[in-house]
Structures are given as C-alpha cells and as structure tokens.
C-alpha cells in the first residue's frame, strides 16, 4: 500500500491567511496541518508516501517535511500545477502508483481514528471512509447496505439518500490510473473524485468504512478554529 497526500490548492477560503503560506502548513495547535493527515497514513504502517504540493510553496514542504527519515519513512514530492479535481492526483501520481494499491488523503483533513484495519485488510477496487452528519446535503453521500457494499453515491445531492457524508479519505487498487485516464472533466473543469467511485461503483467494486471517531475538514475559518480546539484537547489529554 501507497500513500498520497493532497496537499495542493490555493487555500482562497482562508484567505488572507494563505497569502503568505500554503493552507496545508497552517498551525493545527501546535503541528502543521499536513502533519495531521501524515499521521494517519503512518499509524496505519504506509511508509511510502507522496506529497502532491502547489508551486508556489513547494520549497516550504520540503523545507518541512525532507526526505522522510524523521518520520521513517520515505517521501516524493509532486507539484500540482493547476488544481483540477481530487481525482487528479492519480494522474499527477501514476508513476508513483505504478501497480499498487494506494490511499489518498487529502491534507486538510484531520482524523482521530486509526484506519489500520480498514486499510490493511483492503484488496482490490474502491473503497470511501464516510462519517454520519446532520447536513448531508453539504457533502458527497454514500448510501451502502448491511455488507457496507455501496448501492448509491452522488455530490451534494438535495435530497440525500443517507446521512453519511464520504469524507477525504479513499482507497483504491492501481486500475485507479486508467479509470482516472477516463474520467470527463466537469462543468467546473475538474476531475471528479465522485465519478471515480462510481466507476468503481458500476463494476460492484466499491465499498465503505465508517469513521467513528472525529473527523474535521479544515477549509473554513470555523472548522479550523475546530481543529485547533481538538487538537489541543487531544494533546494535553495525554
């Protein structure tokens, strides 16, 4: 198993914190935010992870995050020119991929679970990490039955067909590359990270894990105070 971690984009809803820096190395407490999702993916054993960054703070992660050996483990570096959907890092990452198994997490994501299970017990197709919410409508939904296999999966639809949202976490086999080869960009101009799964989806190959513990997307001012709150809370409780 691989591991890559988006931490790409221009960050324009924490703006006019992310004039200066990158969104994914803003302080979480007292750690850089990407440090959260790099965590995740190492409690889990993946020891072999690429980092996909926007040009302009590139040197900033390197700078950060170096090779790898103070965490273990090894890194690769990526830079996304232009964002154009999640689903692009398959195709900024396909060498990197190759003919494994990855895991995408994406940088601004925080996770108080430990995914080892879900991850090490993957084999082969797709597999979302959903969590329940009271606004599901805000999300991508997953709709999935008592075998956690998925029946449904739409992007913030109006009338959701569950209350689990698919969170920025997604486990693929290496046939994510050609699939990816063959998504369509939408009317936003991006590959979507929704009509992947449901490529996975219409071959009976997708399925779900649910997180029960924590889980915070920090893109907003209010879920970044969030975080931080969590975060410390989670620290001094040690």
Known sequence: MKGIILAGGSGSRLSPLTKVTSKQLLPIYNKPMIIYPLETLLSAGIKDILIIVAPDHAGDFLKLLGSGSQFDCKF?????????????AFLIGKNFIGNDNVTLILGDNLYEDNFSDSINSFESGGRVFVKEVTDPERFGVAEFDQNNKVISIEEKPQNPKSNFAVTGMYIYDHSVIEKTLNLTPSSRGELEITDLNNLYLHEGKLDVAQVEGKWLDTGTFESLHEAIIFARNRELSK
């Open 76 to 88: 690769t570096y990526e830079i996304q020119d232009k964002p154009e959907g999640l689903a692009q």
